[in-house]
């Protein structure tokens, strides 16, 4: 059976190019980057050309780039490096961040930190002015995110630095879902940390970076060899950090063709379930800001889980949210945010394009999603019933815990 990779979101695959960037740092050129013979020479100079290209890419200089593991890393460290460093012990993030910044920001709240949740519209947007008056309180740093990984909602990352600017405020943005497919101005859009991961846009897995300004207060919270100038202790992963920044290059380049040909699978996909009643789109409208390879349907009277599990055993890989959080039975942290009822949050699919979807793929997904979402309704209790708030009722039961 061909499979379908519609979960890009979740992870990207390799691109072959990077692969052939990559290979020579694992067989050939495999010196630790501190060493201080021709190996190590060979790694040092591959790990700063790759720094340079990062750099030039995001509008940052090359010694601003910190490399890493990954996403989780880089918001660990944005979060509990600047409290650390700060005599301000007090954060202001949104309700529809990535668990990396959520878990972490409630970790600190534990010790002892204070943490300001901000509220979203129905569309996932934070609400900017409800930041502003968070601000107004002194606070060492503001967490948002550049866009949401379940809804794709792109926030508006440039004002809210600048207000950040303006109270004295560190600014970290989490850019995981973002890099590659937008486009990216550190200097532009008033941030000061920002986190990436390589295995989002076609690069390996377990590699990312952090974009740190120059002059931010902020202390690393790995300690050893004093790599990455102090910030990030750790032998570089060479061959991870050259395919990170060919995958970057390669991302780049070709983003404004990738992003106008996502937006039409998008509006393709869109049309096909139009016909499916009682569905709709979480997040902002298809086109608009929006991530353009992020289509995210609700569906009434169906689990997502189900779909999810049938859309699969037709060869197509979807999600009903956030990887993270697929063994997690209660309603997506997101789509509450936005005011879903939680039965509705429930009956949710996000399929996320990538380079390798063609419209062939997309009308297969538009067929199989009708036929499940019919076949499920017509087994589905609910839909008997016609009293919804007693489905609801049994729904919220059965999902608290
Ligand atoms: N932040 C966002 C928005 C993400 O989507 C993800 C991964 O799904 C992460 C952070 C974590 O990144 P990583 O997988 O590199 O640790």
């Given at each position: 059976m061909k499979r379908i990779y519609l979960d890009h979101a979740a992870t990207t695959p390799l691109d072959a190019r990077v692969l052939k960037e990559m290979e020579p740092y694992f067989?050939?050129?495999?010196?630790?980057?501190?060493?201080?013979?021709s190996f190590g020479r060979e790694a040092r100079e591959a790990v700063e050309k790759s720094r340079e290209a990062v750099a030039k890419i995001l509008n940052?200089?090359?010694?601003?780039i910190v490399f890493n593991s990954g996403g989780t890393e880089g918001d660990n460290t944005a979060l509990r490096g600047v409290i650390k460093a700060s005599k301000t012990k007090r954060i202001v993030t949104s309700k529809i961040e990535h668990h990396a910044v959520e878990h972490t920001s409630k970790e600190l709240e534990k010790e002892g930190a204070e943490v300001e949740f901000v509220e979203v519209d129905?569309?996932?947007?934070?609400?900017v002015a409800a930041i502003e008056k968070a601000l107004?309180?002194?606070?060492?740093i503001a967490s948002i995110m550049h866009?949401?990984?379940?809804?794709?909602t792109i926030e508006p990352i440039a004002e809210i630095g600048e207000m950040c600017r303006e109270k004295g405020t560190i600014f970290h943005t989490d850019a995981v879902q973002s890099v590659g497919k937008e486009k990216i101005d550190v200097e532009k859009m008033n941030i000061d940390l920002l986190s990436a991961s390589g295995h989002k846009f076609y690069g390996p897995k377990g590699v990312g970076f952090m974009y740190i300004k120059k002059g931010t207060k902020i202390l690393p919270i790995l300690h050893g060899g004093g790599h990455e100038k102090g910030m990030r202790s750790g032998t570089e992963n060479v061959a991870g950090i050259v395919g990170l920044a060919k995958a970057l290059e390669i991302a780049e380049n070709e983003r404004e063709k990738e992003t106008a040909r996502e937006k039409k699978l998008a509006e393709r996909l869109v049309k096909g379930i139009s016909?499916?009643?009682?569905s709709w789109v979480n997040g902002?409208?298809?086109?608009?800001?929006?991530?353009?390879n992020n289509i995210n349907l609700g569906f009434d009277f169906v689990e997502g889980e189900s779909m999810v599990f049938m859309m699969d055993e037709k060869g197509i890989a979807c999600s009903t949210g956030s990887a993270c959080s697929t063994?997690?039975?209660?309603?997506s942290h997101v789509l509450m945010a936005i005011n879903l009822k939680p039965w509705k949050a429930h009956g949710s699919l996000r399929i996320t394009t990538g380079r390798g979807t063609t419209e062939k793929d997309i009308d297969y997904a538009v067929e199989s999603i009708s036929e499940i979402v019919k076949r499920l309704r017509e087994i589905s209790p609910l839909r008997k019933g016609k009293d919804i708030s007693k489905f609801e009722k049994g729904f919220e039961e059965r999902h608290s815990h």
């Open positions: 067989l050939e050129n495999y010196g630790n980057a501190s060493s201080l013979h940052a200089k090359p010694d601003e129905s569309e996932g947007f934070v609400d107004a309180k002194e606070t060492a866009a949401n990984n379940e809804i794709g016909e499916i009643g009682n902002p409208e298809i086109g608009s800001k929006r991530l353009s063994k997690d039975l209660n309603p």
